[in-house]
């Protein structure tokens, strides 16, 4: 079974500039997530899809941040215009189990951002 | 608000010892627990979980205790080996929602 696949994988840019990040879950699985980890803290989520609709995006800096996920199955993450304080890991992970609590969420390698 | 703490950055542990992670939660709500292992480069990796109506869910080497009352979760590995050498995240959700929330992290380092 393929796991969670991002890219790209490094990304280093300016600030107030723009990036995108891709992700595709694990095949079937209809939860998807956008975590944000700066160096020295756990994950944090940024927002939780169930199949293409948003079920939590309450810690999403909704001015600078926008996440969509189009058919249910990939998803992108874009920032815009990026601050210094956005560098981090930007993990995604996937889950199988709708509204169950506690599923395990399988992640992907995440994809590290710096801003100059 | 921290609401899931691992006080301890970092833990050393010679080989073939017992390594034992901490974690503790504010949050009552939550009621089902995991341990997520991280090594550099990669995504964390599930580990084990523990719902709260148990103490403890072991699985081969690792072993989990819930302490309900104190608000407090440990991680045994035992015995610890060279390849146990990561960041350990402690989660948290809460019961009706898939969402986690994690600890800061651990930093174990096992020792020939």
């Known amino acids: 079974e393929a796991g969670v696949a991002q890219s790209p994988r490094y990304k280093i840019i300016e600030k107030r500039q723009s990036v995108a990040f891709w992700c595709n879950p694990i095949?079937?699985?209809?939860?998807l997530y956008w975590y944000q980890q700066i160096l020295g803290q756990g994950p944090k989520l940024l927002i939780q899809f169930q199949n293409n609709g948003v079920v939590d995006d309450s810690q999403l800096p909704k001015d600078r941040f926008s996440a969509e996920r189009l058919k249910g199955v990939d998803s992108t993450l874009k920032i815009q215009p990026a601050k210094l304080e956005d560098s981090a890991v930007y993990l995604c992970?996937?889950?199988?189990?709708?509204?169950?609590?506690?599923?395990?969420?399988?992640f992907g390698p995440g994809t590290r951002l710096t801003v100059l | 608000d921290q609401q899931v703490k691992q006080n301890s950055p970092s833990l050393s542990v010679q080989e073939g010892r017992i390594s034992i992670l901490n974690c503790d939660y504010t949050?009552?709500?939550?009621?089902?627990f995991l341990w997520y292992k991280k090594y550099p480069a990669e995504g964390p990796t599930f580990l084990i979980s523990?719902?709260?109506?148990?103490d403890k869910n072991e699985d081969g080497r690792f072993t989990v205790f819930l302490n309900k009352s104190a608000k407090h979760l440990s991680l045994h590995i035992v015995p610890s080996q060279p390849g146990d050498s990561a960041v350990y995240f402690c989660?948290?959700?809460?019961?009706?929602?898939?969402?986690?929330?994690f600890g800061q992290g651990t930093r174990l380092t096992i020792n020939p």
């Open positions: 992970a996937s889950s199988s189990q709708a509204l169950a609590g506690g599923p395990e969420q399988f």
């Open positions: 523990i719902s709260s109506i148990k």
């Open positions: 095949s079937g699985h209809a939860t």
């Open positions: 989660a948290a959700s809460a019961r009706g929602a898939q969402k986690l929330v």
């Open positions: 949050n009552s709500m939550f009621d089902y």
